[in-house]
């Protein structure tokens, strides 16, 4: 079984739409992060968590929003969906200075 | 200009050629990252090095650190190496333990 899992793995949406993305692990980390790909773009970090009462604004939370309900889910959520938030979607654990990630979950807005 | 920097951003090979990828990065850092991602989108780490020089079965890092370069080699490679390459850096002092990440470099390995 997969260590970091993220549901669902692909989502078209429409503008204006309200969307969660989940993210649980069994790797025990306390570290959670959530990252957005686009091509041709490094990662770039949305939110991370240090545990369940530590959330931090990472460089382009900007229309988004997290939970951490528990040490094992981090989830992200798109209050109003909008096309240049179409986008691969990543969470990943750390343990020290190492990162695991997620499968990845493709997201598109109409 | 980007804090890491990798060369080439595409790379196109043929099967059994060495193969090398370069990572420059501009702050002082704690450890050097380089990861995998294949065309179904997974990422996994390869190596994390601070310096000097980690081998994996056909694959070498390396880490110059008064130079802040870091290479990624691959030896004899083969179709199933195509796939995006991408160097991170942990900034040194960071105790968020944030990364730092390159655009990524693009591998095709022809038959």
């Known amino acids: 079984d997969a260590d970091v899992t993220q549901t669902p793995r692909n989502r078209i949406t429409k503008t204006g739409k309200r969307i969660m993305l989940e993210c649980s692990q069994t790797?025990?980390?306390?570290?959670m992060y959530w990252y957005r790909q686009d091509p041709g773009l490094g990662l770039r970090l949305i939110y991370y968590s240090f545990d369940v009462k530590d959330i931090n604004k990472g460089e382009i939370s900007d229309g988004y929003s997290v939970s951490r309900q528990a040490q094992a889910k981090f989830s992200l959520s798109l209050e109003s969906a909008i096309p240049n938030q179409t986008a691969l979607y990543f969470c990943a654990t750390a343990r020290y200075n190492e990162q695991f990630f997620g499968p990845g979950t493709r997201l598109t807005v109409l | 200009k980007n804090e890491v920097e990798q060369s080439p951003q595409n790379l196109t090979a043929q099967e059994g050629e060495f193969i090398t990828i370069n990572c420059s990065y501009s702050?002082?850092?704690?450890?050097l990252h380089w990861l995998q991602q294949h065309p179904g989108g997974g990422i996994v780490s390869l190596f994390m090095l601070s310096s000097g020089k980690k081998k994996h079965g056909r694959l070498i890092a390396t880490i110059n650190i008064q130079e802040k370069h870091s290479s990624l080699h691959i030896t004899a490679s083969h179709p199933r190496d195509s796939a995006v390459y991408i160097c991170a850096v942990t900034p040194r002092g960071n105790s968020n333990y944030q990364l730092i990440w390159g655009a990524g470099t693009k591998l095709i390995i022809k038959p």
């Open positions: 790797k025990g980390h306390d570290r």
């Open positions: 702050v002082g850092i704690s450890a």
